[in-house]
Every structure is written in C-alpha cells, then in structure tokens.
C-alpha cells in the first residue's frame, strides 16, 4: 500500500530498489518512483500495481508479461520480450520503463515476496498488506469517528 | 579514479570567461581531506589566498559533496559550501541537506568549482554532464523559492536547485545558500560571495549511476546502520516527532537558552514555541533528505492570524531560539512567518534573529536613537521582528542596509561592539555556554565563528549527560573530540545527526565500504583532525590568534539570573590552555611541528 500522508520524500525506496536490481545507485532505474511537488511540499510514491486487469499484458504481443493468477504478480519474462514498448505505452501509471543503461524493459518484481524498498521506508509510506486488512482497517477507523458523532448527537438528543 | 562512493569528476566554471573545464579527482587529496569539507578546504588552500577580499573575484566558491552522497549510507544528501565566508573572512563551510548533493553526483560531478565573476547575474544548468552557463538577469531579485519554481521551470521538472535570494545579491554579510528552496546552507555569508559573483543559482539533474567499492560489506553497513538509528530514541522519537524544535523546552529546563540578546538564559513561556506546540499548531508532515531515516525536517502552515494560509519548510530549533526566544517572543505564528522570510530573502536565521535582538536591546538601551528606526524595536514584539527582516532583507533603508550586515557591524556602528552575541563575527546559537561549558569552548575555538554544528558539545552535556555541563575539566578532550568527529562525516556527505544514533566506527565501516579503503574509527578521527587543522592553517594565514578565540563579554562576565543555571559565568580561560594541549597546539593556538607532521600536513605550514 502507497501512502502519501506518511511518505517524507527521502527516495531511499529509490536508491535502493535500483541497488537491488542494478548494483548501483541510480534512482533512474529504480522501479519505485517518488514524485515531489515542491510548493506544497507533498511526496507521492508509486510502483507496479499489480492490475487485476492489466493492460501491459494485454498488449504484449509475445507473452512476456503475464499476470499470475497465484501470486497476484505480474510477471515480466525478459527472454520473451522484443522490445516494442507497447507496455510502456499501456501503463496507466507509468510504472513500467526502460534502463536508461541497456535499454531492457523493467518493472516491480516484488522482490520475489520481500520488497527492498519496505525494509528501508522509514515512515511506512510504503507497506505490504492484504487488501482484505486494509479495508477493515478503514472501515474501523471511520467507525471510530462515527461512534464519536454518535456520542455527542445522543448528548444533543437527551441532555 | 579507483576509489568507490566518487564520481571522480570536478566541474570548474570560470564565470568571468564562461569557460568551464573537467579536471579529475586527486585521489590522494581524496585520501587525505575525503571530500566535501574537508577536500573542498584542500581546494583552497592551494588556489586562494587567505587574505583575499572575499567579495573579491579572487575568492572562489566551491559546491561539493561527499563519496556517501547519494548512496544509501543513512541521511547521505548533503552538500557543501566551502569558500572563504563573508561574515569574517574565516574557512567557511556551510552545509545543507535536501536533494541537490545526489543530483549533482547523478550529473557526474563530485564538485564544482566556481572562481572569477560573470558580467551580469547568471545561472548554471547541468544535465547529465553537459554544462549551460545561462543569463539569469529575469531572475536577479526573486525570492528563494520563485527562483526554485523559475529554473525547475526553464530547465527540468525534475532539477534539484540552489538559489540565493535578494539579500545574497545585495551582499548581505549574513545572507544564505538556498537548496530546494528551503534548505540553507546558512552560515557565514556564503550567499554574499555567490551573490558577488552574479550567480543566481544552479539546477542540476541526471541519471549517472553511483557505484560503491565492496557493494555487500556495504549493504551490510547501511542496514546496521539503519537498525541502530531506528533504535535510537532520540534519531527515531524525539527529532521525527518534534523535528529539532523538541530542544526548545529541553534546553530551556536547563537554563541554557539565552533570551532577550542573552541578557538572561531562561524563559518562562518558552513552551509556547516548542516542538510540541509547533506538532500541535502547525506542522503538516514530516520532510526527509535525501536517504533519511530520521526525516526531522517540518513542513508547516500558519493556520490563524493575520500570516494565515502561509506555508513553507522549518522552522528549526536554532531559528525558533533565534527570532523567538533571543528577541524576547513567544508568539509563534510570528515566529514561522520571520523564519519563511529569511528562507524567501536568504538570510540565515541565527544570525538575523541574533541581529534583531541585538537591534532590540540598542533601541531599548538609548544607543540606537529612535530616529533611526522606522519601527518600534521592542523585546516581544512579533511584528517588530517580521518588519525587521523584511529590511534586512530589502535593504532600501539605512537601517536595512545595517542590520543586513550582522549583529556585529550594528553594534560597533553604535558604539557598543560587546552587544554583538558572536565569536569570530558570527552570532552563537541557541545554547548558552554559561550553561553548558563545552559549548563555549566550542564556540571560541570552531574554525569558522561560533557555531554549534562544529562540535556539538550538547549531545554529551545535555542529551546523553554524558558529561558534566558545568564542569570545566574535560572539556577539552571533549570538544575535540566531538569536531574532529565531524570534520570527517561532513566531509564524507552525511549529516551530523546520524551521530546521535552512531559512532565513528560506524561511520567508518560505511565510508571503507563505499569508497574501498581500510578505515577503522580511529582512523576515521584522524581524518577529521588533519581536515580541522588544514582549516586552522588556513585561518592561521588569514591573521586569526588567539585573542580571536573568545565570546562575547556578556558570557564571560554577566552571570545568568534566573533558571536551573541561575549564577553561572562561562570561564573559558580556564579551557582554553587544555584545548590547544589536547589538539597538540602551543599556547598562541599554533599547531606544533610535531602534530603537522603526524597528520601529514607539515609540508602545507
């Protein structure tokens, strides 16, 4: 889950995602991408998502990308691909690209299950988590507010 | 260039010819000084003359980073300012964090070296390695962060920038360099050298990668290192929730803040500009440099009032004291706003909030006749201060153009030289060495003015009480120890408060990762002190003695009234013979033959 409330703007996430995938320092190739809106001071992380639907896969046309129904990953086979960009073209969210070194297509492999980048978060903004916890999560936290509401309505209604 | 962490590229801009030249990395300076600082002084000592006028076109400016910049090694985003300051003439090396220090390393350039003057305000636009000296007349006279927007907006979305605002183009001895428009490098009036050179600023970005010697010893050095740091109550708790501002009240307990220009060192309503209220009031989120665990950085908003909707990075602990406490005001929200308007003019808070406050006690006291202000200068006043900064900042009134000059200048134009809160020149910081002794020493001795980030006594005298704040005896060792810790980490690229989760053994073993050479914690802090006596040499040949290392006579006469250190003086005499023995120095703060000679350095005398 990306959280932009929490996110500092540190780019380590950057830095070490590009270490994990490409031995150096170079958040170019990173496949985690921290955008910076600098009057509002805002930090807004973003990655793969994982589509459920996703268009980069539908518009391969060798298969190189393919969505895993068990793992929920989709994953890039990178002897598969002839490099037609179509992909990078199809994201909605620009998560896919290219190295800027070998001109190869790359995205989020999830670090095969441990991500690099959610070890060195240090704010959280970036966690791994059921959707089913996360729901639950905001559904208890708007209910807390309701029961508050709740509370001081009663207090209205019955001095 | 075989040493990891380096881009082994040094970039130098003649501004007077528009020439620009790569010149390599000496790896033996780089195995000497490491980079940043410490190499940055090396720079100079070989192409500057010391007693050069440093508004001069002889003086040169140097923007560098360190072998951990933009790597992972924990808070590794700074960058430095190292050129011969315009407050005082000393070395002068002013840090700052943000993103600009990687960027630059992703552009292919450990450093740039700017000398010579442009005909007219320029700015430097870098991509990828290629080089654009560009007119930047359009933008001479914009604020800090309109000229951020300006040059994101004519170079790349994605630049990094460094600015200086109006009061570094007015040559304002006090004026800052702005990175990300709201990171300084504050001290020293690095700003006025940058501004008399006509260069407004620079953006910089690219997509070079930054490679490291042993990439597994140093992955394990980074998350041992990131571990200890997450562990630390203070890198992890007080500073992420608070930002540095949490000092306020700590600090205040002790009866170390000075208040009212330092005619006492406690105050009580300091709360009411501590972190918690600021958390409580004011702050929006938390901001980190670039590879940050820690993140202390504000981002805040002025949300009542007549400042409401103002918004902007800080304030900082150092600049809450100076524009609050040291003016005699709590009120917060004028606080915020006269630290945005230092960040927008780029003026460097201590030394403006000291400035107004010394102002304030000369208008008070009769030596300033009131004909000379258009404002009332009154201790409490919010709005006395913010119209302050805005002359300070503008400069289109005599006492503008005064106040633009430090507190030091002020008081001397008005007879009263002793009312100036400085050493060296330069306003002290927010710890008052009556109540701290070590700071003191710190003080008086710190190569480029008083300065609390030189050797920071206080983590030991207040935060780990490690040591006994009034004790005198000690303080020697003490304070040297803490600046010869970071010379070497400044020069390395990383920031001063990893150390309050680190020592210099780790420290060390990111550095010998990274860059690939044996370096143990000892050896780390002899690389710190040969790069503080290189400076010293330096301030040497400028005509500094020992007479110079001294604090103003408030501090050394005045005892505190009120507060935990209620009847206390600082007796830095009783310091001052200990700290040059310890560093291996004569009496006169001239280092020995024999200390040169065991840091390789006796050849530079």
């Known amino acids: 889950m990306l959280n932009p409330l929490k996110c500092t703007g540190c780019r380590a996430c950057e830095d070490v995602c590009s270490f994990a995938h490409e031995g150096v320092f170079n958040p170019i190739d990173a496949r985690i991408k921290v955008t910076t809106f600098l009057e509002e001071l805002t930090f807004v992380p973003s990655v793969c998502l994982q589509c459920e639907e996703p268009y980069c896969a539908e518009v391969c046309p060798t298969g190189a990308l393919v969505k895993d129904t068990e793992t929920g990953l989709v994953k890039f086979d990178a002897n598969k691909c002839i490099g037609c960009k179509q992909c990078v073209v199809a994201c909605p969210w620009g998560s896919i690209k290219m190295t800027h070194s070998t001109r190869e297509i790359i995205k989020c492999d999830n670090c095969g299950g441990d991500p690099a980048c959610i070890k060195v978060c240090p704010s959280k903004a970036i966690t791994y988590e059921e959707v089913e916890d996360v729901v639950l999560a905001k559904q208890h936290s708007t209910a807390a507010q309701y029961k508050e509401i709740a509370k001081s309505m009663a207090k209205g209604v019955n001095p | 260039m075989k040493l990891g962490g380096y881009q082994g590229k040094i970039l130098r801009v003649n501004l007077s010819t528009g020439e620009t030249k790569i010149e390599p990395i000496n790896e033996e300076w780089a195995r000497l000084f490491i980079g940043g600082r410490g190499y940055g002084t090396r720079i100079m000592y070989e192409e500057v003359d010391p007693k050069v006028d440093p508004l001069s076109e002889e003086n040169k400016v140097i923007i560098a980073t360190g072998p951990l910049g933009g790597t992972l090694a924990p808070s590794s985003g700074r960058v430095m300012v190292i050129t011969k300051g315009a407050l005082n003439g000393a070395i002068a090396c002013s840090n700052a964090g943000g993103h600009f220090g990687p960027a630059l390393k992703h552009a292919g350039y450990d450093m740039i070296i700017f000398e010579g003057k442009a005909k007219a305000p320029v700015y430097l636009w870098i991509n990828n390695g290629n080089v654009e000296i560009r007119d930047a007349k359009h933008i001479w006279g914009k604020s800090v962060d309109e000229t951020d927007k300006i040059l994101r907006g004519e170079t790349h979305s994605e630049a990094e920038t460094m600015a200086i605002g109006p009061a570094g183009e007015k040559l304002s001895l006090i004026a800052n360099v702005m990175f990300n428009a709201h990171r300084a490098s504050?001290?020293?009036?690095?700003?006025?050298?940058?501004?008399?050179?006509?260069?407004?600023?620079?953006?910089?970005?690219?997509?070079?990668?930054?490679?490291?010697?042993?990439?597994?010893?140093?992955?394990?050095?980074?998350?041992?290192?990131?571990?200890?740091?997450?562990?630390?109550?203070?890198?992890?708790?007080?500073?992420?929730?608070?930002?540095?501002?949490?000092?306020?009240?700590?600090?205040?307990?002790?009866?170390?803040?000075?208040?009212?220009?330092?005619?006492?060192?406690?105050?009580?309503?300091?709360?009411?500009?501590?972190?918690?209220?600021?958390?409580?009031?004011?702050?929006?989120?938390?901001?980190?440099?670039?590879?940050?665990?820690i993140a202390c950085g504000r981002v805040t908003e002025i949300k009542e009032g007549k400042?409401?909707?103002?918004?902007?990075?800080?304030?900082?602990?150092?600049?809450?004291?100076?524009?609050?406490?040291?003016?005699?005001?709590?009120?917060?929200?004028?606080?915020?706003?006269?630290?945005?308007?230092?960040?927008?003019?780029?003026?460097?808070?201590?030394?403006?909030?000291?400035?107004?406050?010394?102002?304030?006690?000369?208008?008070?006291?009769?030596?300033?006749?009131?004909?000379?202000?258009?404002?009332?200068?009154?201790?409490?006043?919010?709005?006395?201060?913010?119209?302050?900064?805005?002359?300070?900042?503008?400069?289109?009134?005599?006492?503008?153009?005064?106040?633009?000059?430090?507190?030091?200048?002020?008081?001397?134009?008005?007879?009263?030289?002793?009312?100036?809160?400085?050493?060296?020149?330069?306003?002290?910081?927010?710890?008052?060495?009556?109540?701290?002794?070590?700071?003191?020493?710190?003080?008086?001795?710190?190569?480029?003015?008083?300065?609390?980030?030189?050797?920071?006594?206080?983590?030991?005298?207040?935060?780990?009480?490690?040591?006994?704040?009034?004790?005198?005896e000690g303080k020697g060792m003490l304070t040297k120890i803490f600046q010869d810790l970071t010379a070497a980490l400044d020069s390395t690229g990383t920031c001063l408060f990893t150390t309050f989760g680190l020592g210099a053994d780790d420290l060390a073993s990111l550095y010998s990762a990274a860059v690939g050479v044996e370096c143990d914690g000892n050896e780390f802090m002899k690389l710190g002190e040969r790069i503080w006596n290189l400076e010293k040499l330096w301030n040497l040949k400028v005509g500094f003695t020992r007479k110079d290392d001294t604090l103003p006579p408030r501090i050394l006469k005045e005892p505190v009234k009120t507060g935990a250190s209620k009847g206390e003086i600082e007796e830095l005499d009783k310091m001052l013979d200990d700290y040059y023995k310890v560093r291996g120095w004569d009496k006169n703060s001239i280092p020995t033959d024999e200390k040169l000679k065991e840091l390789g350095i006796y050849d530079l005398k």
Request: with cysteine; glycine share 12%; aromatic share 8%.
């Open chain 2, 307 to 472: 400042y409401k909707g103002e918004h902007g990075g800080g304030p900082e602990y150092e600049s809450v004291w100076a524009l609050g406490a040291m003016c005699g005001i709590s009120d917060l929200d004028a606080v915020i706003m006269a630290n945005y308007l230092c960040d927008r003019y780029g003026l460097d808070t201590i030394s403006a909030g000291s400035t107004v406050a010394c102002a304030m006690e000369l208008y008070e006291k009769g030596y300033m006749p009131e004909s000379d202000s258009p404002i009332k200068l009154e201790f409490g006043s919010g709005d006395a201060l913010v119209e302050a900064i805005k002359l300070m900042g503008e400069q289109n009134t005599p006492l503008g153009k005064l106040l633009a000059q430090g507190s030091y200048r002020l008081a001397e134009h008005y007879g009263h030289p002793e009312l100036s809160m400085s050493s060296k020149k330069q306003e002290f910081p927010a710890y008052d060495p009556r109540a701290f002794k070590g700071i003191g020493l710190n003080y008086a001795t710190s190569n480029r003015g008083a300065c609390h980030v030189r050797g920071y006594t206080i983590a030991a005298e207040a935060l780990s009480k490690t040591a006994d704040r009034l004790a005198y």
């Open chain 2, 186 to 293: 504050g001290r020293t009036g690095v700003g006025a050298v940058v501004g008399s050179k006509n260069l407004k600023g620079i953006a910089v970005r690219g997509n070079i990668p930054i490679m490291v010697a042993d990439p597994d010893k140093f992955m394990e050095a980074v998350y041992k290192t990131r571990d200890k740091l997450a562990k630390d109550p203070i890198a992890s708790g007080g500073l992420p929730l608070y930002g540095t501002d949490v000092l306020v009240n700590i600090i205040n307990e002790y009866g170390g803040f000075p208040t009212r220009n330092a005619q006492d060192a406690y105050m009580p309503d300091a709360n009411k500009i501590g972190g918690e209220t600021l958390r409580e009031r004011n702050l929006i989120r938390n901001e980190g440099c670039a590879d940050c665990p």
